[in-house]
T-cell receptor
Framework: AQKVTQAQTEISVVEKEDVTLDCVYE???????LFWYKQPPSGELVFLIR??????QNEISGRYSWNFQKSTSSFNFTITASQVVDSAVYFC???????????FGTGTSLTVIP | GAVVSQHPSRVICKSGTSVKIECRSLDFQATTMFWYRQFPKQSLMLMAT?????????EQGVEKDKFLINHASLTLSTLTVTSAHPEDSSFYIC??????????????FGPGTRLTVT
């Protein structure tokens, strides 16, 4: 069965601090996709990244970076030099195949304090 | 490209009435759409998979007679909450699956509909 665990329910950091959001997943499939979404108070999901199971390269996009480690079934998300606008709920998700049902983690609520 | 819209974005209705939520793929055809529900401070849970021209597939615990899904065209799926009650108040999000070349699929989420039942 597929499962995504985000152990951190809420995190508060002071602006400009770095913060890492953890994501651990379970799946028996050899081909799968991992995602991170940001959900601001408006509710709309904002796509951040997609990673397929065959690509373990870490990725950096501006202040965002992702660390994918199949050995530990983790796909962690780091925000460098956090800003108040980063305050939101962040969801990690797993899809058996890109375009099929998504399995979402419980989300991590990030608050960046000015 | 690949935009999914939902209408309405917010709706308030009285207990006992029915509410219809539309999910549209604006610039692509989607044979499959998904409906998710999100209660406050909780995760998104899949309610049902909507397939164009056939009956929807509901997840365990979701009442199909209460949450009617119609996917009558390749760009529109509707979710009707029948005889709504306050416990149905939630954020409903749809997603649409887009088929790319070589059988590769992508999925795009709508902006969500916030339903409040008074």
């Amino acid at each position: 069965a597929q499962k995504v665990t985000q152990a951190q329910t809420e995190i508060s950091v002071v602006e400009k601090e770095d913060v890492t959001l953890d994501c651990v997943y379970e799946t028996r499939d050899t081909t799968y996709y991992l995602f991170w979404y940001k959900q601001p108070p408006s509710g709309e999901l904002v796509f951040l990244i997609r990673r397929n199971s065959f690509d373990e390269q870490n990725e950096i996009s501006g202040r965002y970076s992702w660390n994918f480690q199949k050995s530990t079934s983790s796909f962690n998300f780091t925000i460098t030099a956090s800003q108040v606008v980063d305050s939101a709920v962040y969801f990690c998700a797993l899809s058996e195949a890109w375009g099929n049902q998504f399995y979402f983690g419980t989300g991590t609520s990030l608050t960046v304090i000015p | 490209g690949a935009v999914v819209s939902q209408h309405p974005s917010r709706v308030i209705c009285k207990s006992g009435t029915s509410v219809k939520i539309e999910c549209r793929s604006l610039d692509f055809q989607a044979t499959t759409m998904f409906w998710y529900r999100q209660f406050p401070k909780q995760s998104l849970m899949l309610m049902a998979t909507s397939n164009e021209g056939s009956k929807a597939t509901y997840e365990q615990g979701v009442e199909k007679d209460k949450f009617l899904i119609n996917h009558a065209s390749l760009t529109l799926s509707t979710l009707t909450v029948t005889s709504a009650h306050p416990e149905d108040s939630s954020f409903y999000i749809c997603s649409a699956r887009l088929r790319r070349d070589r059988g590769h699929y992508e999925q795009y989420f709508g902006p969500g509909t916030r339903l409040t039942v008074t």
